[in-house]
Structure formats: C-alpha cells, structure tokens
C-alpha cells in the first residue's frame, strides 16, 4: 500500500521520498515519465569512451546551506571542481564572469580595482540616473552593474539567444545570479561548498532513492489514465507531492506558461582535447548555439581516454505547450507572472497535492534550491500533516 505518492524523480521528488521513508517511515512511490530517474540531474557514460555526459545539460553542484551540504553527503562524496567559464566574443575569448581580468582585456588596459569600479560606474552612470536599486529589468539591472560596452559584448547577444525575449522584459533576477568582481578571480561561483559526485549523478541519486519503503515506477504518466497512478485515481485520495509542470498539472485553464527548453547536439571526437575548458559560451548572435560542454573537463582526476572527447553544443529556444518539448527554465515576463498568480490560486484549492521543485513552483531554482526546499516542505508542511492525518 502507498502512503504518499511523488510525481517527478528529480533531485525535489527524490528528497521528499527518502524523507518521508525513513522518517516517520511511510511507504513512497515515485512516478516519473521518463524511462530513468533523475530528472534532468541525470547523467550516462558515452558507450564510447565511457566519458559521463550530462544527457540534460551541465550540472554542477554548489551551495552555501550547512544543511543542504551536510544531506547531500550522505549520499555521495564531492570532487574538488571548481566551475570556470569562458566567453568568446568577436573571435577573442575572455574569462566569465566579468571581472577585473574581463574589463582590463576588454579595454586593452591595466586597471587596478578602483579604476575600473570608477570606469564601470561612468559607463552605467552615461545609461542609468538610478543606480543599482532602480533597476527594474534585467537590462537596467546588467548595465547598472558592468556598464553599457561590457553589457553589449557579454549579456545582451547571449541572453537574446538564450531567452529570445527583450531583456528589458526580463526579471533581473536572472543577470544577479552572476556575480561581477574587481579582482582577477573567476570561480563562476561564489558558494561555501562546491564539487561534482565523485561517483556521478546516477550513482547519487539511485542511492537517494534505494530505501525499502520506496518503490519506483519508471515510463508512467501521471496524466494517462491507463496507469493506476494517473491523476483522477489518486487525487484527494492520499497525499501527492506533483513536481511536474505547474500549467500542464491544470491542463493550461489559464494558458501557457512560457518555458524555455534546450536542444542538445553531441559528437566524439577523435582529439583528446577539444577546447580546453568544460564551457564555452558564444556572445554573438551569428553563431546559433549559447555555448559547448566538453564533458571530460568535469573530472579532471578520472582516467579518461587521452584520444577522444564528447562536445555538446546548447541551444535555447521556447518550448511549444502540449508538444514533446522539455520545460527548462520558467521564462517568467509579466504576462507569465499573471497567469502563475491564477495557477497558485488553483494549486492552493486541490485537496492534499503539493506543489515543488523548478517546474512544479515555476521558479528558477539550481539544485541546492531545489533540496533545501523539499527539505522544509516535509518539515513544515509534510511531517506535521501526515502525522497528524
Ligand atoms: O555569458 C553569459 C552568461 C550568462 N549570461 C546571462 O546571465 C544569466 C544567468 O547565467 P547562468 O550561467 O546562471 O545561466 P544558466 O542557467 O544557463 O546556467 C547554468 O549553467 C551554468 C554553468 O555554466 C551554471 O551551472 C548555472 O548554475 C546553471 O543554471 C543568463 O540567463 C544570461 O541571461 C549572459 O548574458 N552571458
């Protein structure tokens, strides 16, 4: 018999269950549509070269939440990877994110910090009166923080590409996830605890999952009605955690949601090293893809083979409601903040579903989010209602 039913094994559906398994010990069952789980955490070896490939796009793992770090070690140990990023502009590449070894390429010279503070805030003071705080979108926000000239070359061109929505309709939300620094370090983040699954995705997360008291049923729908887990048998019947696409869950009564999917091109190649880096981003419009991974980058401490390597090239681009496209990214302009407002409105009415993760909260949550918020929904809201129930 089923306690609790978990829409989606993702790295939100994942925590809820074991939660839930081990304390107070209710039986879970997890669906997932795909034929894997993982959501798009997953990871595969190429059969090649037995390089893992981040079949979802690159994942790396960082955090700052003592709590977070502390669970995630149980189930896994980290690398020592620490994320570096590249941007090629105009045939000339250049370190990410903008720093002072970015700005002093950029403008063939040799600022100190104080400069170059001085130098940015007269290129975004010549575009902005309000400062920082004023910024309202994620263009003002992007040229208050580096200037109009930087924001031209690194931001506008990728972020076109990459969201095909006037940044000026963007939140800025989205460009404050990159810090700017005056100084020559490049680490893309900024977290306490950084570092790749020693072991890989799979591994750590089939070990979240492998608990007596939770069973998988992988290649089920939640919306198909010939599988016994499907919607109409199990709502108001006992407890569901839905970590699917919140429009889709409603079947799209206030119409689409925008999101943002992916498309990935793969190739070995007979090279042992392609471009020197695990990501490259692509500033300019002309060349269609945001950036390529080169995937044995991530684990430079592995003994891969020394005459091949796996490049994936990543596009972005709207994903078509009621198609097979993938939901990525929660695109979130006004209209879509509109409709969410409706659709949180319905999610509070359906009787014991609860809402979660990136796709289930149209929130642009990393994976660190995505734990620690399944971690205080089975605290908060979970524990205290199924024990009590
Ligand atoms: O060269 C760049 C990089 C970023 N951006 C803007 O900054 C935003 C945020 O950048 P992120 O790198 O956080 O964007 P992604 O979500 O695509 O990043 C993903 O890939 C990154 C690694 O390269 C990190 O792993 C990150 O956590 C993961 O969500 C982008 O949407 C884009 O608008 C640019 O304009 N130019």
Not at 167 to 192: G, K, M, Q
Request: aromatic share 12%; glycine share 8%; no cysteine.
């Amino acid at each position: 018999m089923t306690d609790v039913l978990v829409v989606g094994s993702g790295f939100f559906g994942l925590t809820v269950a074991e939660q839930l398994a081990n304390d107070p010990g209710l039986k879970v069952h997890v669906i997932d549509r795909r034929s894997h789980l993982g959501g798009n955490a997953y990871s595969e070896a190429e059969p090649t070269t037995g390089i893992e490939v981040h079949r979802y796009g690159a994942h790396l793992f960082h955090t700052s939440n003592e709590r977070v770090w502390d669970y995630v070690n149980r189930f896994t140990t980290f690398t020592g990877y620490r994320h570096h990023v590249y941007s090629t502009y105009r045939g000339e590449v250049f370190p990410l994110p903008i720093n002072l070894g970015t700005i002093n390429q950029f403008t063939r010279s040799a600022m100190g910090p104080d400069e170059a503070r001085a130098w940015v805030a007269a290129q975004a003071g010549a575009a902005l009166s309000g400062g920082s705080a004023a910024a309202q979108n994620l263009e003002e926000k992007a040229i208050s923080l580096i200037g109009r000239p930087l924001y031209e070359a690194f931001i506008k061109g990728y972020t076109a590409k990459q969201w095909q929505t006037n940044p000026t309709e963007l939140s800025a939300d989205i460009i404050t996830r990159l810090p700017v620094r005056y100084t020559y370090d490049n680490r893309y983040f900024n977290d306490r605890y950084e570092g790749l699954p020693t072991d890989g995705y799979t591994a750590w997360l089939e070990r979240m999952a492998d608990h007596p008291n939770i069973t998988i049923g992988l290649d089920t729908d939640f919306f198909d009605a010939s599988q016994p887990y499907n919607k109409s048998a199990t709502v108001g019947r006992l407890p569901i955690v839905y970590t699917g696409p919140l429009d889709r869950y409603f079947d799209h009564a206030h119409g689409p949601l925008g999101w943002r999917t992916l498309d990935f091109e793969s190739e070995v190649l007979p090279i042992g090293d392609f471009q020197g880096t695990p990501v490259m981003n692509y500033a300019d419009t002309d060349i269609p893809y945001t950036r390529i991974h080169e995937f044995r980058h991530f684990h430079p401490e592995r003994d891969y083979p020394s005459d091949a390597t796996v490049i994936m090239r990543e596009f972005s681009r709207f994903a078509n409601a009621g198609t097979d496209d993938e939901p990525y990214y929660p695109v979130n302009t006004s209209d879509d903040r509109t409709a969410l407002k409706a659709y949180r409105e319905l999610a509070e009415q359906e009787s014991q579903v609860h809402f979660g993760g990136r796709l289930g909260t149209y929130q642009y949550l990393d994976m660190h989010m995505a734990i620690a918020s399944a971690l205080s929904m089975v605290d908060n809201v979970l524990r205290p209602g199924l024990v009590r129930g």
